[in-house]
């Protein structure tokens, strides 16, 4: 059995939020590692929605569904720039 497609239904909504959001935050801009932290502690934040097929999570969610999916998304990804915003301010970096 191969599980290589299966994922969570959340990720490319949360790296692209990043991606987007990322523009506020320019001390962040071109740091991968930053960012990618940022990705992993807003998906940590957020239900785990396991899926094989995207289009199949797709056809069942309802749009009001979507709409809270998107706004914990955008609160989740900014608590997470925050956050590494901060902590490499910390460092020093």
């Known amino acids: 059995m191969s599980y290589e497609s299966i994922h969570n239904r959340l990720e490319i909504a949360v790296l692209d939020r990043v991606k987007e959001a990322s523009v506020r935050f320019p001390e962040l801009a071109g740091d991968d590692d930053m960012l990618a932290d940022a990705v992993c502690l807003a998906l940590n934040a957020l239900p785990a929605q396991y899926v094989r097929h995207d289009v199949d999570a797709t056809f ?20 997470a720039l925050e956050l590494v915003r901060s902590r490499r301010a910390a460092r020093g970096r």
């Open 60 to 79: 069942h969610i309802s749009d009001a569904q979507r709409e809270k999916d998107a706004q914990a998304i955008n609160k989740a990804v900014e608590s």
